[in-house]
């Protein structure tokens, strides 16, 4: 049993395998514990020698661990950890029965704990061979070198695997209020006789009520902002995905988030970024913007209204 291992995939001889939270359960308490570089000894030098080989690293492990944490003590003679023969007993409430060619007990079935706060046997600072979650979810990352252009065939750099709200706020809820017809102006038309009288000029009817970020993708401004892009105009789909993701969360978002929900990787950030300002910052006025930290966007929700005359909602 081991955590993690790695695989250069040019050449399988040079797969390395670290043993190393396995040893750290059975001899240490391990629950808070921050799992880096220095904790995983090998790692850093693993790492730097796939850089100077320009070659890819596959993370993977064969199982998880369930961490003590004033977990039950189960007394069944002739269990392990998190396992035990069925010539103990029929499962009950909290095991799982399995069976088949990779079981690796007598018969070829067993019965796991999927419970995650009981443990069979002495205490440890950790444990494992059962169903829970944590023991079956196993881990799979690839990472390559930025300086290395282009990946393995078949292979794509994937967007930040990371959820939308590890880096930002959750933020307020989606808007879904529609916007105010414009205050009817005042125009002035020619009578039948000698002088003038004024008329309310009613305001064209919407099709359907719409939100923010729809109503600046309709407008005028939007379409000629695209047209003077030219082949450099960021297509519809991503510059309503950044807009949505930032007036989603009140104007601030971080790139991580912000690439995620695009769908794009985050090397590829810069240059979608600078297609927002082409697109979004009409006459250079900044509405959306790199915050000072350079990892955050930031929308100025006023002046994209301003901008793009889309009115305030109501």
Known sequence: MCWPQFVMPQCLSSAVVINAIDDATHKNDTSSWDWDLRSLDPL?????????????????????????????????????????????????????????????????????????????????????????????????????????????AGWEQAAPQVPLWWNDPIGRAPSTEVLSPPTPKKSKAPSQGDGLFELDELPKTP????????????????????????????????????LRALVERGGRAHQDTVAAAVGIPIANVGQVFAAVRRLFNVDGYGVIELDTDAVTLRLDEQLLREQFDVGSLR
């Open 207 to 242: 099709s359907a009520p719409t939100g923010l970020v729809e109503a600046v993708l309709a407008s005028a401004t939007y379409a000629e902002q695209r047209r003077m892009a030219g082949r450099r105009a960021l297509d519809d789909r991503t510059a309503e995905a950044v």
């Open 44 to 152: 850093r030098a693993l790492l730097e020698t796939a850089i100077s080989a320009r070659r890819a690293v596959i993370l993977t492990s064969d199982h998880g661990h369930v961490v003590e944490r004033d977990t039950e003590a189960l007394s069944v003679n002739g269990a392990e950890s998190r396992w035990r023969p069925t010539s103990t007993g029929a499962p009950v409430d909290g095991e799982v029965l399995v069976s088949g060619p990779r079981v690796v007990a007598p018969g070829g079935e067993a019965v796991l704990l999927w419970r995650d706060d009981a443990h069979y046997g002495p205490r440890h600072a950790g444990y494992h061979g059962g169903a829970s979650l944590a023991e079956l979810t196993i881990p799979v990352l690839v990472f390559q070198a930025a300086t290395v252009a282009t990946g393995a």
